[in-house]
Structure formats: structure tokens, C-alpha cells
């Protein structure tokens, strides 16, 4: 449908699967990464990498070079952080770089706009009332900083769509799958438990997606997606239990972990969070966190489904891929 990709955040984990996927299309494939970034380095084949940040203007002109009405634009970069208190720079990345990535769309009048968001960004309801993408965006109807940062970036591209640019907006839930260098709170829990050293879990779970699955949403996203409006892309509920079940029964492992009631986790959690930042570790088991695993995710795929095709695989098989892939690395890096 397009001629030539654009897509910011490349160096991510999400990002990495939505390369993936275009480069099964003939079309043009460039990446924004950050200076550093391994991406820079590797130099996949059929991508041109251009080092820079959504936050600077003069790498942006050098990424949207050439961009037309037959360029479309898939922006996955952004900052995610369960902290307490994340800082300005989740503001000016997720807030601020969207808007000078919807500055650059407009100024040269891209065909397509498909914003990655998140599930976060969605006002909850209450348990048992399932959540849609019909909703208002706004940061005073969400809680935490990363919900906030995100309900503002989604406000800025659902006006940039009344204005007439052709954009989309996706909304995963919990990311998941084999890939994730970058070890996030599940692939770091899933390491920590093949190891044999995890005691301690917490109960509670949410809704799981195959990083997979997002890619192939996003990309039939921007063929298919309609202008102005939005999809969730989500997997399944799962629990912390059901996570681990599934990573012990692929392996065939006996580990024995004891699981804290949340209410129990609540109180834990602030202390935790402080330890890990004067020790410099990175942050999971924050008062986020376990709020976000005490949340209603009930989220309805209908639409992505409808609109996009979207059919998401099980969650044992995101799991047994993941672990696998875990153990292949674990070998290699061993």
C-alpha cells in the first residue's frame, strides 16, 4: 500500500517486531534510533538507520526526508516506566516527541499515522465492565505518570485527525514474547524464576500480548485502519500463577514460589521501589505495578478484530516461545 516506512523506536522491543514484520512488504523500509542503540550497528537488510531522537528536530528532517502521501509513519517510540516518579523526560519523549513527529507528518503530508499508545491510556472501569476504545483522553481521568504521558500523546493525534491527517491510534495491552533484550518486568521475572531465584511472586495478573501480535496489528493497522479512530490490540488475561505455570510446564521444571496476597504487595511495594533506586536497580515492583496487576483488564479486542483482522495467538504459546527463546540466549550469553 505504501512505499516507504518510517518508524521511530525501532531499536525497541516492539520496534524490532514491527521491522519484522514490514520487511515482508516491498516497500522502503527507515528506522530512528537512538545513538548507541545496537540497531545502529547491525544494519538489518532493507533498512536504512538513521541515528537520532523524536525529540530533535534536526534528526527528524533527516528521518522524514522524502516523506509523501505514499510515506506512512508507524510511531513506537516512547519512555515506560512504573516508577513513582519517572521525571520530565517521559514527558518530553512520549508528550513532546509525539508532537514534533505529528508536526513533521503534517508539514509533509504523509499518507498514514499509526501511533503505538497503550491500554494505559484508556480511563478503567470498573471490574467485570469491559473497556473499549470509545473514551475520553485526558491525563486527569488516568493514574500514574506513564498513563498520563500517553493520554496526552493520544489527545494530540486524535486532534491531529480532526485536522485531517490520516492517522490511527493502537492501544496494546501487557507486551510479551520472545526478543525482549531490553529484559522488561516479565521476561526480567521469567529469568529470575529458570534460575531459581524467584521465592517470591505477587498475585493478581492482566492482560497479556504476544509482541508478535502487536507488530502484525500495527501493520494491518496501516493498511486498514480508519482515520480518527483507535484499536486495542490485546491478548488474554493471565495471572502471575498462570505465567509461571506455563514457563514451568515448558521446561519441564520443579520451582517453588511463594505468592503475596496484593494487599500485602501494596505495602511492600513503596519500601521496595526506594531500595531499588538507592541500590540503582531497575524498577518492578513498584506501587504501579501492583496496581496495574490489581486492575480491571478486561479489554475488548472487537474492533482490531473486526477492522484489522486481528487474531492474537494463546498465551501458552507466547509463554513456551519466550522461555525458549530465554533459554538459547542464557546458553549463548553463558
Known amino acids: 500500500m505504501f512505499q516507504k516506512y518510517l518508524v521511530t523506536g525501532a531499536g525497541g522491543f516492539l520496534g524490532r517486531a514491527v521491522l519484522a514484520e514490514l520487511k515482508k512488504k516491498k516497500a522502503e523500509i527507515r528506522a530512528l534510533v537512538l545513538e548507541n542503540d545496537p540497531l545502529t550497528a547491525e544494519r538489518p537488510d532493507g533498512v536504512d538507520v538513521v541515528v537520532g531522537d523524536v525529540c530533535d528536530d534536526a534528526s527528524l528532517e533527516r528521518f522524514f526526508s522524502g516523506a509523501d502521501r505514499r510515506t506512512c509513519v508507524i510511531h513506537c517510540a516512547g519512555i515506560v516506566s512504573v516508577a513513582s516518579h519517572p521525571g520530565e523526560r517521559l514527558y518530553q519523549v512520549n508528550v513532546g516527541g509525539t508532537n514534533h513527529i505529528l508536526r513533521h507528518c503534517e508539514k509533509r503530508g504523509v499518507g498514514k499515522l499509526v501511533y503505538v499508545s497503550s491500554v494505559h491510556a484508556i480511563p478503567e472501569r470498573p471490574k467485570g465492565t469491559e473497556i473499549t476504545e470509545e473514551a475520553v483522553f485526558s491525563p486527569d481521568l488516568v493514574k500514574g505518570d506513564y498513563a498520563k504521558s500517553k493520554a496526552l500523546a493520544t489527545a494530540l493525534v486524535f486532534e491531529a ?34 534460575a531459581g531465584k524467584l521465592p517470591l511472586a505477587v498475585k493478581g495478573g492482566y492482560d497479556f500480548v504476544d509482541v508478535r501480535d502487536v507488530a502484525a496489528g500495527i501493520a494491518a493497522c496501516a493498511e486498514r485502519g480508519a482515520p480518527g479512530r483507535g484499536y486495542i490490540l490485546s491478548g488474554q488475561y493471565a495471572s502471575i500463577r498462570d505465567i509461571l505455570k506455563a514457563a514451568q510446564n515448558t521446561l519441564r521444571l520443579k520451582r517453588a514460589v511463594t505468592f503475596l496476597p496484593l494487599c500485602l504487595a501494596k505495602l511492600v511495594a513503596p519500601f521496595y521501589e526506594k531500595r531499588s533506586l538507592r541500590k540503582k536497580q531497575p524498577l518492578y515492583f513498584t506501587p504501579y505495578a501492583v496496581a496495574v496487576l490489581d486492575s480491571n483488564s478486561r479489554f475488548s479486542r472487537k474492533s482490531a478484530a473486526a477492522a484489522l483482522g486481528y487474531a492474537p495467538r494463546s498465551l501458552q504459546s507466547s509463554i513456551r516461545d519466550t522461555v525458549l527463546w530465554l533459554k538459547k540466549t542464557i546458553v549463548r550469553e553463558g
Open 161 to 194: 485527525a480532526s485536522r485531517g491527517l490520516n492517522a490511527s491510534v493502537v492501544f496494546p495491552s501487557g507486551i510479551i514474547g520472545p526478543g525482549d533484550s531490553g529484559k522488561g518486568s516479565i521476561t526480567h521475572m521469567l529469568l529470575s524464576f529458570l
